[in-house]
């Protein structure tokens, strides 16, 4: 796929698509990373009624610590894996008010030597959070990289990197969120949706016309 394809598929996202950011409830940083956690292997819409319970309850590192692991589960427990979940986030409570005064990190490392971050909930945080030009490349995004074309690779690391490297400067902060909420809503897994698609005839997937 060339340089000009490229930046006409991010044009046309970004204009389908004018708000592009998490549908992750939060309302601070500390949230965005709890939720972010909780979303591994779960759905946004999942992760926002359990949290939706929970914040209104404990929304900082302090609070949740002091809930407890079995405190923290009873508001989690609709989560898949939501003990060792649990686990993972009061840890991180623990460590955050350790060593980072009860904030969020904005480094990488910082960020992913706390207990359930690892690098794509990491590029996440950083990419939202803080506005740097990460991308995390979820199943959505791994998907869209290899089936348009836009940057295949066997890995998410290799699509990722790939991505961040050809992805124009100007599209490099919302990438991230073009991508996965077109892969949530259009380009489907089973079913993509090629047929209203705003980069059907730049697209690189071999059965778009089967699937139009």
Do not use: W
């Not at 900082?60 to 894996?81: C, D, F, K, M």
């Amino acid at each position: 796929m060339n340089a000009d394809k490229r930046r006409e598929i991010f044009r046309r996202l970004a204009v389908a698509i004018p708000n592009p950011t998490t549908e992750l409830h939060h309302g601070t940083t500390f949230e965005l990373l709890v939720a972010v956690i909780l979303s591994a292997q779960a759905t946004d819409k999942g992760v926002n009624l359990a949290t939706a319970k929970l914040f209104p309850v404990a929304n900082t590192p302090e609070a949740i610590l002091a809930l407890g692991v079995e405190g923290l589960e009873h508001y989690i427990r609709t989560i898949g894996l939501y003990r060792s979940k649990a686990n993972n986030i009061i840890e991180t409570c623990r460590l955050l008010i350790e060593r980072h005064q009860g904030q969020v990190p904005d480094t990488r490392a910082a960020l992913e030597s706390l207990p359930g971050v690892g690098r794509k909930t990491a590029n996440v945080i950083l990419n939202t959070a803080f506005g740097h030009p990460t991308i995390a490349v979820d199943t959505h995004i791994f998907r869209l990289g290899n089936r348009i074309g836009l940057a295949p690779g066997k890995t998410p690391l290799e699509v990722e990197q790939k991505l961040t490297k050809l992805t124009p400067r100007e599209y490099l902060h919302d990438a991230h969120h073009l991508l996965i909420l077109h892969g949530r809503y259009v380009c489907v897994a089973r079913k993509p949706k090629c047929g209203t698609c705003v980069i059907h005839d730049l697209c690189e997937y071999k059965a778009k016309e089967l699937a139009a």
